[in-house]
């Protein structure tokens, strides 16, 4: 059995990997996402008394999760979103662009960094897969560096 | 250079595509990861591609939930749920498929009274039971002999077990006291109740030890939401050292309802009182049990049965215009049917025999 004081632990190391999780199933629905994850833990407490300190919460969190985001579609099911036509969804900015006034905010990169975008932007997604693994990261990982260049990127524009 | 990278940084900032491509081949990723049976994904590959899509998206990710609201609503919900699993108001259920079916074949004789049919109706989710005349027409303390019937034309299940047996109290009693039901002054339905001046001592001097906690949290209870209610004068000795683990009550338009949760670690004790303006609001009840063995109770003052279960029992009567519902786990069989038998009024002030 697992005592509450471990719950809250659980709770403080999962949550975010959980809501991570909802989120990418629900159609990056932030409050949908907010609802199924607290109702994994709602269920996650409810029966913690079953489990057991060897068992893999992990794994039963994320089978949780499935349930629940099942659950939660069959009821109310999130509005069909095509990451091509809902700015929404994507919750992309769009900077409209540099002023081209000469001072490129490419300057404020690294030359690694530089390097990252250029990787980025000259190879298809085969290419980048090789490239994040001679890098030594997923492709998720590399993604997310790109991401934060580019966002650094429009905050110089600002 | 300069221009080149120049370029680069159109780019960067002005493709929406960007984005949206690396949330495609992410979500590609993860697709395929989900695709594999649970036990043998990569969970660390799906947090680092979830983090990823969160992180591209911009979002930030909610401050968790404490502990302690979860456990509030995790309570919330058991009691709820409790309620649901003891007790499914049929007002929905008579209207789907509440089909009264297969027991008219039994006739307890003794009373003349075709209970079963009467009262107590299969419906292919367990029994449903008319609690506004179920005081009415069983008769109070009947005098029968252990009865078995097993029914060969049940549609939900195959066999229904109903037996009556003979109260063996251990309030103090031999058995010769036993089978003597404990005579109580009603109080609901009409009657005037006697007021003791001190209804919770002299409560307490009638029950048994272990009931002490009980009998004080349906005091305390019945009191703050005035209404008169009874208590249980009887809990066997080894569930001795019982808390009130949960409480609450309710004010509704047709009842005042009060839930307790008493439990000492071993043994589980769930009751609910619901105090009904009057006896015609009272539902039907339907009680989900997929073995339909159960065992009409015997007291002199209200009528009720109880389902017998694998690991839980529920006993379900009806004083006045009160219905009680028990819930035990952990207890034996005989401890419901000895608790459930002998509650008394809190007014009358009495279980004199």
Known sequence: MIEPEHCTLIIEKYYNEIFSYCYAKLGYSHHSAEDCTQEVFVVFFSKHERLDETDNIRLWLYRAADNVIKAFVRKAPPPAVSLEDSPEAMNIADSGGFAENGDSPLDLLSSEERQLLELYYNSDYGQRNEAAKRLGLSLPALYRKIHKLKKKLRAAEK | MNKEWFNLKDISITDKLSDKNMLYDLQRLLDEELAKPLEERDLDAVKDITDAIVGINDEEIPKPVGAEGILAEVSARKKRGRIVQLRRWAAVIS???????????????????????????????????????????????????????????????????????????????????????????????????????????????????????????????????????????????????????????????????????????????????????????????????????????????????????????????????????????????????????????????????
């Open chain 2, 95 to 353: 209207a789907c498929f509440a089909v009264c079916i297969a027991l008219n074949f039994y006739t307890l004789r003794t009373y003349g009274y075709n209970v079963v049919e009467t009262l107590i109706k299969a419906v292919s989710s367990g029994f449903s039971v008319d609690l506004a005349h179920f005081d009415d027409q069983l008769p109070l303390s009947p005098a029968t002999t252990a009865t078995t019937v097993t029914t060969e034309d049940m549609q939900s299940v195959t066999t229904v077990t109903v037996t009556t047996i003979k109260s063996q109290s251990t309030l103090g009693s031999t058995e010769a006291q036993t089978t003597e039901p404990i005579t109580t002054t009603r109080s609901a339905g009409g009657s005037t109740p006697s007021v003791s001046a001190d209804p919770l001592s002299e409560a307490l001097g009638n029950s048994a030890e272990a009931a002490e906690p009980v009998v004080r949290a349906i005091w305390e209870a019945s009191s703050q939401n005035s209404m008169e209610v009874c208590y249980p004068t009887y809990i066997p000795y080894d569930a001795e050292g019982l808390e009130l683990t949960d409480s609450s009550s309710e004010q509704l338009k047709d009842s005042k309802d009060l839930y307790f949760t008493f439990s000492n670690g071993e043994k589980t004790l769930d009751l609910i009182i619901e105090e009904y303006i009057s006896k015609d609001l009272m539902p039907e009840a339907v009680i989900p049990s997929d073995k339909m063995d159960y065992y009409l109770m015997e007291s002199a003052d209200y009528n009720g049965f109880i389902i017998f279960e694998d690991e839980s029992n529920t006993a379900l009567f009806v004083y006045g215009n009160t219905v009680y519902t028990l819930h035990t786990r952990g207890f034996d069989r005989s401890d419901i049917r000895d608790i459930a038998e002998n509650f008394v009024p809190f007014f009358t002030g009495s279980s004199e025999k």
